[in-house]
């Protein structure tokens, strides 16, 4: 039985549009992909979206830094195949909520959040080779979420690797300070601007963590972004 959840205007920070706060809208919740808590909130339309920035180029064009063109090619910026770790295919659509984060990890980084969850399972995206998007929300307070850990699968190794770099680049140009990392291996991306998002890359899907503008500091928002997206991730391979 499906059911349609409206939340009215719910904003969130954290890597938002700079002109234009996130919205909400109306979306239908079925059995398998109610909400965890009492509370979900529908997809998020700005830019600072990780998987909503447009498409990326075209799957043999890829412009991705840090992603190894050839494997063992010597001129490549990035790890190669020998170099980068291994990896368990799982289907990050079927991820437990619940066990992705939880509030005694997340009170470790970001304090007392409100208890509110939701899980909110996305259709897929053909124009951006995205085939499901499933967002974990945490610390949901009538029309805020604290926390949310976004997994989009897409077609290919490359179609992720191209909305990674497209994010990375839409946040820049919006103003974001900017920073690379590994996450249990694997490349990603950090970037703070009104809140903070990071984007971990792994096989042909990503993990992305966004924290709301003002839970923690700025400063402390980069170690506070990759300790959580280690959790998560290694939460949603471990239980794949």
């Known amino acids: 039985m499906a059911a349609a959840l409206l939340i009215g205007g719910a ?15 109306i979306v239908t919740v079925t059995a398998d992909t109610a909400a965890v808590g009492t509370t979900s909130a529908g997809p998020e339309t ?42 368990v295919t799982v289907d990050p659509l079927k991820a437990d909520c619940t066990k992705v ?15 509110g969850t939701g899980r909110l399972l996305e259709a897929a995206n053909p124009d951006r080779e995205i085939t499901g998007r499933l967002k974990c929300q945490y610390g949901v307070a009538g029309s805020t979420i604290a926390v949310q850990v976004v997994l989009a699968q ?5 179609a992720a690797r191209d909305q990674m770099e497209l994010t990375a680049t839409t946040e820049r140009q919006a103003g974001a300070k900017d920073s690379t990392t590994t996450v249990m291996g694997h490349p990603a991306d950090v970037l703070i601007r009104d809140g903070g998002l990071i984007v971990v890359g792994y096989d042909t899907w990503t993990l992305s963590v966004v924290a709301a503008d003002g839970i923690v500091a700025n400063d402390a928002l980069p170690a ?6 280690a959790y998560a991730l290694d939460r949603v391979v471990a239980n794949g």
């Open 101 to 115: 984060l939880n509030p005694t990890e997340l009170g470790k980084v970001f304090g007392q959040l409100p208890a």
């Open 11 to 25: 904003t969130i920070a954290g890597c938002g549009s700079s002109s234009a706060d996130r919205t909400t809208s």
């Open 224 to 229: 506070a972004l990759e300790a959580t997206a």
């Open 46 to 87: 700005s830019a600072g979206d990780p998987t909503s920035a447009g498409p990326g180029t075209s799957p043999g064009e890829s412009t991705s830094a840090g992603v190894s063109t050839s494997a063992g090619d010597p001129t490549s910026a990035g790890p190669t195949s020998e170099t980068m770790p291994p990896v």
């Open 154 to 158: 897409f077609s290919s190794q490359q």
